[in-house]
C-alpha cells in the first residue's frame, strides 16, 4: 500500500467509448503525475499538476484529458483512443514537482490501470 | 544517443551473490538519481536515491554515484529471491525541464 489509489485496475473499450482514469493519493503531497508505460519503452510521462495546476503537457494527444480537482484527486478522461494507446497507466505523486534537492524524483505510484483499447 | 542506459538484462545470480546494475546517463547537469524496483505486474516502488558522488547504503542496498563518469550503480548483498524483478534507473535535473529521465530497465533474476 502506497497511499496511491488508482481505479480502475483493468479496463477494455472500444475506439469510440469514453472512460476515465481515477488516482487518489493520502500522503499530503503536492504533486500528481500520469505516466504511461509500454513495453520495450522507458516510462513516458503525460501530464504533471502542482498543487492542482497543470505544470506539464508532454505533447500528449487531445484524447488524453487531465483533470485535478484538488491535490488529492487526479482524473484522466480518455475518448476515441487508438489500439496503440493500450498501456499500464501509473499514477504518482512526490512531495513537490521541482527543486534542487530533487524531491520531484522520489515517486510514489499506484499499482496502475491496464488499458486495451480495441 | 540514449538519455539513461541500462542494460537490459537479464541479469542472473545464485541466491546469496552481490548482484550489481549499472545505469549510465548522458545529461552532464543532472543532480539526482534514483532506484526503482518492479515486480512483475506491479508498479515501480523507489528503493534508494543520491544525490552526492561517492556510496549510500541502505541495508543490503548500496548506491554509487560517479558524476565525472556520468554513472550511477546499485549492489545487492546477499541477494534473495524476492529481489528478482526489474530494476529502472531514474535521473533528475531541475534545469532540464524539471524532468525525470528513465532508464528502460535490468531484469534480475535470482536463483535458488
Known amino acids: 500500500e502506497t497511499g496511491v489509489t488508482q481505479t480502475p485496475r483493468h479496463l477494455v473499450m472500444g475506439m469510440t467509448n469514453k472512460k476515465s482514469l481515477k488516482c487518489e493519493q493520502h500522503?499530503?503531497?503536492?504533486?500528481m503525475y500520469w505516466y504511461k508505460q509500454s513495453a520495450k519503452k522507458p516510462l513516458e510521462l503525460m501530464f504533471v499538476y502542482s498543487l492542482e495546476e497543470r505544470v506539464e503537457n508532454n505533447s500528449v494527444p487531445s484524447r488524453f484529458s487531465p483533470e485535478c480537482p484538488n491535490s488529492s484527486h487526479l482524473f484522466l478522461h480518455l475518448h476515441t483512443l487508438q489500439p496503440e494507446d493500450s498501456a499500464l497507466y501509473l499514477c504518482?505523486?512526490?512531495?513537490?514537482?521541482?527543486?534542487?534537492?530533487?524531491?520531484?524524483?522520489?515517486?510514489?505510484f499506484g499499482e496502475g490501470s491496464r488499458l486495451t483499447v480495441l | 544517443q540514449k538519455e539513461v542506459e541500462q542494460n537490459s538484462g537479464p541479469l542472473s545470480v545464485p541466491e546469496g551473490a552481490i548482484a550489481s546494475l549499472n545505469c549510465t546517463y548522458s545529461d552532464r547537469g543532472s543532480q539526482s538519481f534514483f532506484w526503482y524496483r518492479q515486480y512483475s505486474g506491479k508498479s515501480p516502488e523507489l528503493i534508494m536515491f543520491i544525490y552526492s558522488n561517492g556510496d549510500k547504503e541502505d541495508g543490503r542496498f548500496t548506491a554509487q554515484l560517479n558524476k565525472a563518469s556520468q554513472y550511477v550503480s546499485l549492489l545487492i548483498r546477499d541477494s534473495q529471491p524476492s529481489d528478482s524483478a526489474t530494476y529502472l534507473c531514474?535521473?533528475?535535473?531541475?534545469?532540464?525541464?524539471?524532468?525525470?529521465?528513465w532508464g528502460l530497465g535490468t531484469s534480475l533474476a535470482v536463483n535458488p
Open positions: 504518482a505523486s512526490s512531495q513537490d514537482s521541482a527543486g534542487l534537492a530533487g524531491r520531484a524524483g522520489e515517486l510514489f
Open positions: 500522503l499530503g503531497h503536492n504533486a
Open positions: 531514474a535521473v533528475y535535473n531541475a534545469g532540464n525541464n524539471r524532468k525525470l529521465i
